[in-house]
Every structure is written in C-alpha cells, then in structure tokens.
C-alpha cells in the first residue's frame, strides 16, 4: 500500500504536515513550486509543496573514510553516475554539509556531532571518537528517511565548529551517508543496503595531506605530519575496524611499478568486493574466480612509463570470501582506458564505454587517470544496478541486471 | 629569469644525462622534495584560501603545538590536531569552491527571474 505525504515547506523550520493518503498512485510524485518572491530573502522565500510516495522509499548507502580521503570526489562521480549535479540546497544555510541532486542526497555524518568544537576540546576527544557523535539520533534520522520520512537534521558548521540550527531533509531516492562512522553503530549499519569503505595508506594520506595542506599558512611538513601521528591512535581504534563491515573497500597504495617510489603520484588501487552480497555482482577480468595477471601493454597497446598492471582473483578479507581487482599505474592516453574498460566485466554499465565516459567527463577531478577514479566510478555504477534491481524487485517485476 | 632558464636547462640536461647511464626508473622520480614544488605550483594556479578560515588553520596549529608541548600523549593533544585537520579539510572544501563557481552563475542560480540573469532566445 502506498503511503504518500504532502509536505509544506515555507523555511527550514516550518511545522510541516504529514498526512497518510492510499489515493495515490505507485510511482505518482506532484511538485508545486512557487517562486514568486525569489527575490526576497530566503526565509519568505521558495514555498514547496510536494507529495512523494513510499515506494520510493530510499535505499541507503554508507561512505567511511577518514577526513581528507576523497570521500568528495567520490560523492561527485557517484550522483555523476546517477545523472545531475549534486548542488547545496537551495536558500539554506550556505554551510550546510548536505548535497542534492535529482535522484540522490548526501548528508555528512558530522552533522551528528554531540560535541562542538568547543567541546571536545574541553573533554580531550577528537572527532573519530564515538563519545563526541550522537549515535542515538544518527540511527533514528536515517532510519525515518529510510521510511520515506522527512527529518531535521542538525548541522555541523566545519568553520565555526558550532552546530547550526537544523535543516529540513526530505526522503530522496538514493540517500547516502558519508563521514566517518557510518558503518560504526551495529543499528546504522544494519539499515545500509550497501557500504562503502575508503581505505587510504598511510603512505598515500601523508602525500595527499602535502599537496591539500602545504601552501596553507602556518602549516609545514612536520604540521601535517603532527596532524596525522596524533589522530592515528583514534583513527585506528574507531575509523579502520569499520573495513570489515563494508561490501566494497578501495585500498589506495603506493605503486610497485618504482621501486621505493614515495612520492605518492602513482598509485596502486585495489577494488575488494564482497562476495555473496544481494544484488552485487563483482567486476571480473576475463575469468570469473580465477587469479589473473594482466598488463596491458604491449604490441596492441602501448603505454608509456611506468606501465600500467592489473590483477584479479578470490582472496579473503576479515575471514570473509571476496574477489579483488588491482589495478597499478595510471592511464595517460583515452586509448588505454577503453582497451581496459573493454577486457573487464560486470561493469554493470549501460552502453559500452560508460566507464570511460564518466571518467572523461571528469577529468578534472583528482585520480581520473588512475585507479582511484576507475574504481569509484565502477562502484557507482553497481550502486546504480544496486538500486534498479531493489526498485524492480518491489515492483514485482524480475530483478534484471544491467550486465555488459 | 636569467638564473631560472639556466636552472631549468640544467636540470633537464641533468635528468637526459643521468637518463643515458642508469635505467628509465632513475629519472625524474628522484628530484629532492618533488611534492613541494608541485603544490606550490598548484597554489599559483588556484583559488587562494578565504582569510577567515585561513587564520583559523594558522592559529589551530600554534594551538595544537602549544596544547602538545606538555604531553604528546594527552586527549588534549590529539583533539588540538584534529581542529587542524578539521579546519585545513575545510578551507580545502573552501578552495574548491571559489575554484567552481562563477559570481553571476551563482548569483542567477539563486535569482533567476532578475534582469541580470534573462537569456533570451533569438
């Protein structure tokens, strides 16, 4: 049975209704906007009256990595996939954490601190750790969106590190919840219908924190090697056991391409995919479970130092059946991509060259010409096939896999 | 500009030279602190970091080297390098910003209907 509910929405705090309604039709989404004092500030501003129906009820996705990790770039080439830009919303306040585009939000599992800045720093806490997040509210807010309710959501204000007043949040079709214990509290975890987790070397950290942090005023080599160092011990104990919960991880390693290379240019990505997770397929090289080496240059393709190496096979992670794809070096020419997006399968892609498609597109982005990019936008796509077969399968229709 | 072409040229010719005795791998990669001249490049070419949040990092890192110089170990320690962390992740956000947007697309964005922001079809 359907359940639909009209919400009115003048500003973010307007008391809103909520009113069960089986008229509907499945699938039946109205949306009035009047924008006739645009020109207003926001608070008499957009007045929204929207009627969305449960079928669409979300399905959620989680994101763990430490801060720092590309955990936005990431969210960009995910709703990239989805088709649209993921924009702050509209007339609210502009240090909002949340991101929206048509089909998905993301919110900031920041938002969820219960201790402000001002507070941790009082109690000696950082951040990662449990005690300074309020897990009781996280777990309720995602769990009503989840049910095609709309919440309040707190928000975290990274410049000022007080938590502003909350902003409304209505149920999208894909919501997804980045920061860094998504996957923390067992109540959270269990309404993920899939995890992601980013899994950065400390290699890797450290030279990414160097090129993010270097020319900013007052920090040097040893600031940010200090920021690392004394975030490590909490970092380990609460942020990494969360890999184990996850149905993908991305590992991001130094190269073994140069010997010693530590400049952190050249990255060696490896892909883990848990096996046996409803309605995920893992991406294969030529063989489904088989081990497999393969460099791809050579007399049909031709690559330019250091090379480019992939890899492919079932291994287990934290005692749990998976299949891994590595891949190490980066992609200098358009040519190499399709060569390799061409030998891989189960992309879950919708045309041949998706992969490559979306990576072209954003070129810009950092790791679009390694594995980092290559995989992220991998994992959007299965999130997209996640989320059509879960849709098909409510629907009643047979779960078909998009499969190229 | 003199001394820079002449460091440039000699560099080259030192990176093609070394190139022609040792194998491939020895090259370029083996430049001294190869990431900061990178960034510091990258830092021309991009936005510079709004001066509020800005201070906010400087000061954060006197803060955590204050808050450190007693016991490394301590909570308090480690909650005055996570502000650092927090602010540097945030005036990088900020960069990222000012990098995307464009003051009248942002602006028409929010104000469509205004004069400013009319397109019009021949």
Known sequence: MAFCSPHTTTSLHSPRTTIPNSGFRQNQVILFTTRSSRRSNTRNGARTFQVSCAVDKPIVIGLAADSGCGKSTFMRRLTSVFGGAAEPPRGGNPDSNTLISDTTTVICLDDYHSLDRTGRKEKGVTALDPKANDFDLMYEQVKAIKEGKAIEKPIYNHVTGLLDPAELIQPPKIFVIEGLHPMYDERVRDLLDFSIYLDISNEVKFAWKIQRDMAERGHSLESIKASIEARKPDFDAFIDPQKQYADAVIEVLPTQLIPDDNEGKVLRVKLIMKEGVKFFNPVYLFDEGSTINWIPCGRKLTCSYPGIKFSYGPDTYFGQEVSVLEMDGQFDRLDELIYVESHLSNLSSKFYGEVTQQMLKHADFPGSNNGTGLFQTIVGLKIRDLYEQIIAERVGAPAQAAKV | ?122
């Not at chain 2, 400087?58 to 996570?82: L, T």
Request: aromatic share 4%.
């Open chain 2, 1 to 122: 500009m003199a001394s820079a072409l002449t460091n440039v040229s000699l560099s080259t010719f030192a990176a093609a030279a070394r190139g022609d005795v040792l194998a491939r791998p020895q090259g370029p990669a083996r430049v001294t602190f190869p990431m900061v001249s990178r960034v510091v490049a990258c830092r021309a070419g991009g936005p510079a970091t709004p001066p509020g949040i800005s201070d906010k990092v400087s000061e954060s890192i006197k803060d955590a080297q204050e808050a450190c110089s007693d016991d490394s170990a301590s909570g308090e320690c480690a909650a005055a390098w996570d502000e650092v962390e927090e602010l540097s992740a945030a005036a990088s956000h900020a960069r990222d910003k000012l990098k995307d947007s464009d003051p009248l697309e942002n602006y028409c964005k929010e104000n469509p209907e205004t004069d400013e922001c009319r397109t019009y079809d021949s």
